[in-house]
């Protein structure tokens, strides 16, 4: 603060409340006293409570000063407005027009004056609606970023995701396997153009450290069914991916700023991939990283090792941009017809696989976006809960008015014209809450961005557009509609005759009663349903965490590595390396085991492969059977923690190349094939029936790993010795006696010294993968639970505040039944018994929408809540609690009204 | 006096304050006056919203002008009562000696 002047926040307040006219003089004589008299004779903290004491009292007196003032200028205007009518008949559109602005001026002013009169109730009404409109705010930005925000491509709606079914995984989704890609090409109608791709991660060395980049290989015109263009120089075009082609890439353009601080010189360089020269021929554009978090974009070339086919290589996805006039079920007829085709020429291949389209946003937010609508109807729900309450507290206000609304209507107010006024306060309301939910919600939507322990998808984009803000507009107009009509309406139903000639205390009518009753009832019934909701989503999240992991979590440090083909051409490199490695690792201090897999539990990247199970011949066009499998070096359970339930684990001879083939299978497996006998000793073979595989022998059974599998269908699983499917690509899983991080640099020290050049990626805990596997479970949790509280204490305060209202009312009638002889606890139990009755139909409303939704969610949700019959019970008996606890308290106040008090008071 | 606009007590103060204070009355000062002279705390907003109303029925007047001395830029309102003031006041004034005339035996003891 410099000289004479107040602070800001105490000029603003002063600005909002004190006419213009008077402001300079009254600020400046404030900040003059401040400075001369109270600053210098006071502490710092005392001065400036003096100085807010002095603005809230001066704004309190000029807002008072505006009431009153305004006050008077209304009757001059009701009388002058008396006097029009009686004098003027047949009024012109103008003066239509004229009259009704300033009505709706007037109406503002008498609602403000009304709502500040009251300033309990304005704030719970307030509070209410910015709870209900704060939550909606929230999930609906990210609703909104999933759902409705253009794709940033050209025409991002009418892109499709192409991609092939197998319907022996429950129809999961897989990728196209090029040649049948090649046929989509040349016969698909329905799209103007297709392009493929293919992620994977590759090595970069050279300048600077090695660094692993997540790098997507295009096939055909991606960029151009996109509809992208370059930042700088080219983009990679379909016949860049003809073999004899010179290698070029594609620099993202958060790489490029990275690596290399945006240097346009890049293009025309030469960068380095797992040994390969790559030319850098463009930039792409900011915020382009398809298909989520790509680094790089690389031509797919395909050279077929002679005598091998691509027809079982799954690993294109595809896009394409439809016709003008084309429907996507019509793409999807099309692609029938080349499937069927295909398995007609290759029924074994091709047996249960179905290809299918659906739009690109679709596949994009395939994970998020069910969860995300089941949060906002339950927002939404929250929202409505908060709308009844907000309805029933302006039901109460509008009927304490009834006086004044039957004096306006005697003066020739039409009951249209009151509904507006009513309908104005609460529209008032409404936008002052909808403000104040914004608030909240804002920062409900920063808190999630920050919660989010994981990198967002580049496309995904969370922030507020003047689109979420119209939205939120609506929302605000529609709740203030939806919780003023029916009270203003009901409000404006009585005979003002009958009620000024009755003193203006006659009690509620029966309409009123009514829609009392069951806007009660009406929260109850959503309260429970989100009671319902919450409780299956707890369900499956305790059940998710009770599930029996199958291994250790706890210090267990995980990295990748991956050996390029041209340092490690052969498969006998790559063994000698993960064997050193291996040796290595368990020879440091502080690591208890050590060893490495093609798949992390918890992990998602599955592989499955065909197998024939001796004695089990499958029945002709029956799908050979497949199980996953991974590949994992001697002492991986002891690692994992894994218990072997029978059997032994593999020996060191038996990851050498060309050791005879030996298997360790799951639990489930042994379900599958030999429910009740000994797997150990028996055999299957990769491949079909016909295949020349050789027997694999079992030799270990282990517990399922339901981290593998988080739904908890453990699928039938088999772990084979690196000897027998050389891997270039294996996660590490060190067991460490301390805390696991500590291992870090001991790690990184042995790979250098093994290969310098190799990056070591993804270094984390299994604790750190488990949390980021599950947060959005854990956070989808902990909202229900939040939003469940919130319905809780809606209704409760809605029951409560109803009942205090009621028991107000009847005062009357309660002292004269207590005068009468009436037993006092009679009372009580007469108004708990009417809440009870609303509450009881609430419940059974509610538990009958929540049992159907509630199954319908166990089905969707985690897959792991099954319903019971006792969480339909707990949520009727905790609902009636609350309901009965929140009546009790104002129905205690009925008991001890004194008869004499009650009726004198009337 | 057949036109004169009834005031309230506050009203009384404040303007008695404005005339005590002749030529120096503004907002801050006439706050100190009545409190001082009544020994009662005023609201600042209280005095500036009763000069306000005054001024809109026509019993004071304002001017703003400068403050004196080294405060450069400092505005104040000095107001001065009004002929319709002062008839409002006397008219108060007489009101209340009417009512108080003849109570002196019963307010003896007070």
């Known amino acids: 603060m410099t000289g004479r002047e107040l602070p800001r926040s105490a000029r603003l307040l002063l600005r909002l409340t004190v006419p213009r006219t008077a402001r300079t003089v009254v600020e400046a004589e404030l900040a003059e006293e401040y400075a001369d008299d109270i600053l210098p004779r006071r502490l710092p903290l005392r001065a400036r409570l003096w100085l807010w004491r002095e603005c809230l009292a001066l704004a309190t007196a000029f807002i008072i000063a505006a009431i009153r003032r305004g006050r008077s200028r209304d009757a001059d205007v009701i009388l002058a407005a008396r006097r029009y009518r009686r004098t003027s008949r047949g009024w012109g559109e103008s003066r239509e027009r004229d009259g009704f602005a300033t009505a709706f001026r007037h109406d503002i002013r008498h609602g403000l004056r009304t709502l500040l009169k009251r300033p309990a109730f304005t704030a719970a009404a307030l509070l209410t609606i910015a709870v209900g409109i704060g939550a909606n705010t929230t999930i609906y930005s990210l609703l909104h970023a999933v759902m409705m925000r253009p794709l940033p491509f050209t025409e991002g709606d009418r892109l499709v995701f192409l991609c092939e079914h197998d319907s022996e995984y429950g129809g999961s989704s897989m990728g196209v396997a090029p040649p049948v890609f090649d046929l989509w090409q040349e016969r698909l109608t329905g799209l103007e153009d297709i392009a493929a791709w293919h992620s994977v991660d590759r090595n970069l060395t050279g300048e600077g450290e090695p660094e692993r980049l997540r790098v997507t290989r295009t096939m055909g015109d991606l960029f151009g069914v996109l509809g992208i263009a370059p930042e700088r120089g080219w983009f990679i075009s379909p016949d860049d991916s003809a073999p004899d082609q010179a290698r070029v890439a594609v620099v993202s353009h958060a790489l490029w700023q990275r690596r290399w601080g945006s240097d346009p010189a890049l293009i025309g360089q030469t960068i380095t991939l797992d040994e390969q020269i790559f030319e850098v021929i463009g930039i792409a554009p900011e915020g382009f990283r398809f298909p989520d978090r790509a680094d790089l974009f690389i031509p797919l070339s395909l050279e077929v090792p002679e005598g091998e086919s691509l027809w079982n290589a799954h690993i294109l996805w595809g896009v394409g941009r439809l016709r003008d006039g084309t429907t996507l079920p019509e793409v999807r007829t099309g692609l029938n017809t080349i499937t069927a085709a295909i398995a007609a020429e290759r029924p074994e291949e091709y047996a249960g696989i179905t290809a299918g389209a659906q739009p690109l946003r679709t596949w994009l937010y395939r994970d998020i976006k069910a969860p995300l609508l089941l949060v906002y109807a339950v927002v939404c729900l929250v929202l409505l809960l908060a709308c009844a309450n907000t309805a029933n507290l302006m039901l109460a206000l509008f009927s304490t008015r009834q006086t004044e609304l039957a004096v306006r209507s005697s003066l020739g107010a039409r009951r249209s014209r009151i509904i507006r006024q009513l309908l104005t306060e609460c529209m008032m309301l409404a936008f002052a809450g909808g403000f104040v939910g914004y608030l909240i919600g804002e920062a409900g939507r920063r808190l999630i961005l920050v919660g989010i322990p994981i990198e967002l998808p580049a496309h995904l984009s969370f922030t507020t557009d003047p689109g979420i803000v119209l939205s939120i507009l609506l929302l605000v107009v529609v709740t203030g509609i939806i919780f003023g009509i029916a009270p203003a309406f009901g409000a404006t139903r009585t005979d003002p005759a009958r009620l000024l000639a009755r003193g203006g205390t006659a009690s509620a009518s029966l309409q009123q009663g009514r829609l009392r009753r069951s806007l009660v009832v009406a929260e109850v019934t959503m309260a429970v349903i989100v009671l319902a909701t919450t409780g299956v989503a707890m369900q499956g999240y305790l059940n998710f965490r009770e599930i029996e992991p199958g291994y250790e979590q706890d210090n267990l440090l995980t990295a990748t590595v991956f050996l390029p083909t041209f340092s490690y051409p052969t498969d006998q490199e790559k063994v000698d390396f993960f064997t050193t490695l291996q040796q290595r690792l368990q020879a440091l201090p502080g690591v208890s085991g050590a060893s490495a897999t093609t798949g992390l539990p918890e992990g998602r990247q599955l592989w499955g492969r065909s197998l024939t199970v001796e004695g089990r011949a499958p029945e002709p066009g029956e799908p050979a059977d497949i199980a996953y499998f991974w590949v994992i070096q001697p002492d991986y359970f002891l690692a994992t923690g894994t218990p072997l339930l029978s059997g032994r684990d593999f020996t060191a001879d038996e990851q050498a190349l060309g050791a005879p083939p030996r298997a360790i299978v799951n639990e489930r497996f042994v379900r599958q094939y030999w429910p009740e006998g000994d797997a150990l000793g028996r055999r299957f073979h990769w491949g079909g029936t016909d295949s020349e595989a050789p027997w694999v022998e079992i030799v270990g059974v282990v517990a399922d790993i339901t981290g593998h599998d988080p739904t908890g269908q453990h699928r039938a699983g088999v772990f084979i010795p690196i000897g027998a499917y050389p891997s270039d690509r294996m996660h590490l899983v060190v067991r460490t006696s301390g805390d696991p991080l500590e291992m870090v640099e001991p790690l990184k020290r042995i790979m250098a010294a093994i290969d310098p050049n190799l990056p070591l990626f993804e270094i984390t805990t299994m604790a750190e993968i488990l949390q980021r596997e599950h947060w959005p479970i854990l956070i989808g949790a902990w909202a229900f639970v939040v939003f469940a509280v919130v319905a809780l204490l809606l209704a409760a305060v809605g029951i409560y505040a109803i009942i205090s209202y009621t028991v107000a009312r009847r005062q009357r009638e309660m002292g004269i039944r207590i005068a009468l002889g009436a037993d006092r606890r009679a009372i009580t139990r007469l108004v708990l018994i009417r809440i009870g009755k609303m509450t009881f139909v609430g419940v059974a409303i509610g538990t009958t929408v929540g049992i159907a939704i509630m199954f319908a969610l166990s089905r969707m949700l985690f897959g792991l809540a099954t319903p019971t019959v006792a969480l339909p019970l707990v949520v009727a008996v905790v609902m009636t609690g609350v309901g009965l606890l929140a009546a009790w308290l104002p129905a205690r106040r009925a008991r001890s009204v004194n008869p004499v008090d009650a009726v004198r008071e009337e | ?110």
């Not at chain 2, 009355?25 to 500036?48: L, P």
């Open chain 2, 1 to 110: 006096m057949g036109n004169v606009t009834p005031i309230g007590e506050f009203e009384q103060l404040v303007m008695l304050a404005i005339m005590r204070l002749r030529d120096e009355a503004y907002g801050v000062v006439i706050k100190r006056e009545i409190e001082e002279c009544t020994g009662r705390s005023v609201s600042r907003g209280a005095v500036y919203t009763t000069l306000d109303r005054l001024e809109e029925k026509g019993l004071l007047s304002s001017s703003k002008a400068d403050a004196p001395g080294p405060r450069t830029g400092m505005v104040r309102r000095y107001f001065t009562v009004e002929p319709d003031g002062l008839a409002a006041l006397a008219s108060a004034r007489n009101a209340l000696q009417t009512m108080w005339s003849g109570l002196e035996p019963q307010l003896g003891e007070l």
